[in-house]
């Protein structure tokens, strides 16, 4: 029972992903209400930094979307009137007015929860077989017991001596330990896979864990962190590089654009290591705003063309942020052939590049990127260890999937995919008889995850993925791949250890029974001691522990 309250509470933290309050436009007054009264058709307001409060429709205002949940993709994406947004996404730019479409069980994380609870009522395979041989086994026990009663009769014995040795079979054969063997194993494994992060949807997923031999992990959001970090800078000659990053980040300051705050963050990191190199006599030069590091100018007349860029007056200076179109459509900037080039290999990484310009110049070039898990390498590794194929799987170019593949200790890499072609890949791999396990987390993962034969979602992805997979990995750490796989095998071979117990220990001791060498007070005590040891034995997986794992 303790394990039960353990899974729930683990599944509801993984469902804890929506809102719990939404603001309603009523009467042109702004109510908050609980989200789960929300009906369909109210409208609701959605302010930076909060939570989608149901799946709905965009009706006035315009803001980027952090859809990772539902995209597996690092770049939110714009939404204006008419976009659909999905419960439990966050509103990371301006202010949204949503109309609410599908509410309550209707949702895409009640959906989740509703397909989770039917596959944990399944059964495993190995436990469809226990029945099976059950089936057989107790009538067979009775035929035994029948005949022991008749065989020591027609052998003289007396009667009591026949009835003693006829109901010691009963009781020695009794299948207790049998019934015990599977479900026991389960809920326990279960249970520490809660505690650890790591849903097992159905005990059927455990026969296929044991099969995989190839591991197909998806890059971004899986392998990688899916949150953009600036990743270089390139100024224009006869730029300081200390005022690119100065006037860039001032301005992106205002906005509330993750690659803006990207570029934010990591302006003010690299201002401060480069203030850290000067020696203490250096004298710094460049405009008065560019002092102090931690400071940045005065911003004014700030504008935001959403998906392409941004404008404001910093220290007197016209700086412009933005995509390279933007700037040489709508300002007629040219590019310098130096920041073109450096812009053109980042992109053939898989990064973004964004420009800064002022005064009617394009000054120098910002390149932002997803950048790969600390865990990742430490993943790879262990499933290596444990004998899987690890294969990367992205929509990105070849030369950015091999980049990050290099980054964890992948050899093996399948690039520029489509996501509807994903389930296509999946497909040729099993045909080639490999064993296909798949990790991922956005939507256009679901496919592919419920066509492998062991599907692993991360519960930082899409409702959509979840309800594909297999396995839920409540965290995006990439290592609860290996602790998933691994608990799911030392759940299964506490199975068999304790079928083999209990079907060994009943076949050994029949004969002593029937041959009425066994006091029924005795085999009553011996039966217990295998249900005990059965129990005991499953009860051991309470301390799996992985070896990353503090607890």
Not at 197 to 207: H, N, T
């Amino acid at each position: 029972m303790r394990a039960r309250r353990q899974a729930g509470a683990a599944l509801a933290a993984l469902l804890d992903l929506g809102a719990k309050q939404a603001t309603v436009l009523r009467d042109g007054r702004e109510v908050t209400v609980a989200a789960d009264t929300l009906a369909v058709g109210d409208e609701f307001v959605i302010r930076p930094g909060e939570k989608v409060a149901t799946d709905g429709v965009v009706i006035a205002g315009r803001s980027a979307v952090d859809a990772s949940m539902l995209t597996g993709e690092p770049v939110p994406a714009e939404a204006g009137p008419g976009d659909v947004v999905t419960g439990g996404c966050v509103n990371v730019g301006g202010r949204l007015v949503v109309r609410a479409t599908r509410v309550g069980a209707d949702t895409q994380l009640a959906q989740m929860a509703r397909l989770v609870t039917q596959a944990q009522a399944g059964k495993a395979q190995v436990q469809r077989l226990a029945d099976r041989v059950s089936a057989v086994f107790v009538p067979v026990v009775l035929v035994i017991a029948v005949a022991t009663l008749a065989g020591w009769l027609a052998a003289g014995g007396s009667a009591a001596s026949a009835f003693t040795a006829a109901v010691a079979v009963l009781i020695i054969a009794c299948p207790c330990a049998m019934g015990l063997a599977t479900p026991t194993a389960i809920l326990v494994g279960t249970g520490r896979g809660a505690q650890l992060g790591i849903l097992i949807k159905g005990p059927e997923v455990l026969e296929s864990t044991r099969r995989v031999d190839t591991i197909v992990l998806d890059k971004t959001g899986t392998v990688t962190t899916g949150q953009m970090t600036l990743a270089g800078v390139a100024a224009a000659p006869g730029v300081d590089e200390r005022e690119l990053l100065r006037y860039a980040g001032a301005v992106e300051s205002a906005s509330e654009h993750p690659i803006a705050a990207a570029i934010t963050a990591g302006a003010r990191a690299r201002l401060a290591t480069l203030v850290d190199r000067q020696p203490h006599s250096a004298v710094v030069t460049g405009p008065p705003s560019l002092t102090p590091p931690h400071a940045w100018p005065d911003v004014s007349d700030f504008s935001a063309e959403p998906g392409q860029g941004v404008s404001a007056l910093v220290d007197g200076h016209a700086v412009l942020v933005g995509r390279l179109a933007w700037l040489a459509d709508e300002w007629a900037l040219v590019v310098p052939a130096e920041l073109a080039r450096t812009a053109d290999e980042a992109e053939g990484k898989g990064q973004t590049a964004t420009f800064a310009a002022w005064d009617g110049a394009v000054r120098g070039v910002l390149v932002v990127a997803d950048t790969v898990k600390p865990s990742s390498p430490a993943a790879v590794s262990r499933l290596r260890a444990m004998g899987l194929r690890p294969v990367l799987l992205t929509g990105d170019n070849e030369r950015a999937a091999r980049a990050a593949a290099s980054q964890v200790g992948i050899d093996e890499v399948i690039a520029g995919v489509l996501p509807a072609d994903k389930l296509d890949v999946i497909k040729r791999l099993q045909d080639e008889g490999r064993t296909v396990a798949m990790a991922g987390d956005g939507v256009n993962d679901a496919a592919a995850l419920a066509q492998a034969d062991l599907g692993l979602a991360m519960g930082t992805g899409t409702d959509a993925a979840i309800e594909a997979a297999d396995l839920t990995l409540v965290s995006g750490d990439l290592r609860l791949v290996p602790d998933a796989i691994e608990l799911s095998r030392k759940t299964l071979k506490t199975i068999k250890g304790n079928l083999a117990w209990a079907f060994g220990y009943n076949v050994a001791a029949i004969p002593l029974a029937a041959s009425g060498l066994l006091n029924p007070m005795i085999a009553a005590a011996a039966m217990a001691f295998s249900s005990v040891f059965v129990v005991t034995n499953s009860l051991r997986l309470r301390h799996f522990q992985p070896p990353h794992h503090p607890n």
